[in-house]
């Protein structure tokens, strides 16, 4: 899906929007409007074949790609606690993620449709980023299972390599609303400081991303990172208006919306 959107003299550039839907979160209705990739989480953190089902229907219905978003097998902890070496080993992970695609690519062979990318939650996704043992799983696990999906990881990380190496596609991704540390990982939640709470900042942040491939880092200096993708938060107070805020934001700064996994 492609919008039209005003240059203002500028060079268009195009950027995905991505959320991380069938959480149980009362948003998923009203954002996927605003948004052209859905990572559905597959009920290992959340979610069960009734809101894959349910997710995969809105998807359709907005011309949104679908994508898994696999996790460790974490429900209490919402996918956010890293159990590798905590009773879960790494030669565990490749049945773990194998059976997640498998649950959410039958479902949507059910509406005839198929997935189009992956993207690793939580703990899963930030181990990734930087352990290249989790990254070579992970991505040998989806070459194995589709090598036609693509990876989506944190912009800079380990994850690209892997893929690479598996020949898989990657998909940089960004994030508006959360710090980034001067080696340009995402300065972690435990930190005060990890979220951007002023929406005017994180649309500024998202456009100078996207648009000038930097982001300020919380140590002042400026970083360069590749935006594929923009991760819109769908569990947010103002989640709605976010997302609403952030793809016309990028629009009225000569940005395209689409999805790189979609027929333009």
């Known amino acids: 899906m492609l919008d039209d959107a005003a240059t203002h003299g500028r060079q268009t550039v195009s950027v995905d929007l991505n959320c991380d839907m069938g959480e149980g979160m009362d948003t998923d209705t009203a954002i996927f409007p605003f948004i052209s990739s859905a990572n559905i989480a597959c009920g290992a953190h959340a979610g069960d074949e009734d809101t894959m089902r349910r997710t995969i229907a809105l998807a359709l219905t907005h011309n949104v790609a679908i994508g898994a978003h696999p996790s460790y097998p974490d429900r209490a902890g919402f996918g956010r606690t890293d159990m590798l070496d905590k009773g879960l080993r790494p030669e565990d992970l490749p049945g773990i993620i194998h059976d997640q695609l498998f649950t959410l690519q039958k479902i949507c062979t059910e509406f005839g449709t198929h997935l189009s990318h992956v993207k690793p939650h939580g703990a899963l996704y930030n181990r990734a980023a930087k352990d290249a043992a989790v990254s070579d799983l992970i991505c040998q696990t989806i070459a194995a299972f ?38 340009g ?38 970083i360069s990172l590749t ?37 333009n």
Do not use: W
């Not at 990890?194 to 200096?221: C, H, N, P, Y």
């Open 146 to 183: 589709d090598p036609s999906l693509l990876l989506y990881g944190l912009s800079g990380s380990l994850m690209k390599p892997a893929a690479e190496q598996y020949e898989l596609t990657f998909i940089s991704e960004v994030f508006a609303d959360r710090t980034y540390q001067p080696d």
């Open 185 to 222: 990982s995402l300065t972690p939640r435990t930190s005060p400081y990890a979220l951007i709470e002023d929406s005017t900042a994180a649309m500024a942040q998202a456009v100078k991303m996207v648009r000038d491939g930097k982001v300020m880092a919380v140590s002042g200096e400026e």
């Open 227 to 263: 935006a594929d993708t923009v991760c819109l938060h769908g569990d947010g107070v103002h989640a709605v208006e976010f997302a609403h805020a952030i793809r016309s934001t990028l629009m009225k700064n000569g940005i395209c919306i689409y999805s790189p996994t979609k027929d």
